[in-house]
């Protein structure tokens, strides 16, 4: 018979692996996205210039640092995530999902998306929903 400390035994086992799929899940997500604007997607560049009512050019710049914040926002949830960035990638995935819609594609492009916030926001609720500003950066 199973006891009740092996038991808890194997449920925090079980949470670190979920943990780990997550953070490479949202990594992967994060590094692919940060890799593909550092390269200047080109529909990409287009989105920025169009919503942020500015040139290619500058949209091309917009986008190379959006894509080393989002190779950052990678690193550190994949060596030691943070809640504060957890929370930023859970934004930020819901947003980038979002948008595809508001530029013009099909809803079905928002859905297809979901995984982009809902890793993250799994991530979250498994390491803990801060409930003070000060737990953010923890």
Do not use: C, Y
């Not at 297809?112 to 799994?122: D, K, T």
């Amino acid at each position: 018979m199973l006891s009740l400390e092996n038991f808890l035994e194997e449920v925090r086992n079980m949470d670190k692996r979920i943990e780990w799929i997550l953070r490479i899940a949202v990594t992967g997500e994060f590094l692919g996205h940060g890799v593909l604007a550092i390269q200047g997607k080109k529909q990409w560049i287009e989105w920025i210039s169009q919503l942020a009512g500015v040139d290619s050019a500058t949209g091309t710049q917009l986008l190379f640092l959006i894509g080393l914040l989002d190779l950052l926002v990678a690193l550190i949830i994949l060596v030691r995530p943070i809640r504060i960035v957890i929370l930023w990638a859970v934004f930020w995935g819901f947003w980038t999902a979002i948008l595809r819609p508001i530029v013009g594609e099909s809803i079905w492009d928002f859905i297809e998306r979901f995984a982009n916030f809902g890793a993250p926001l799994a991530l979250l609720f498994l390491l803990g929903v801060p409930k003070k500003v000060k737990e953010l950066f923890s």
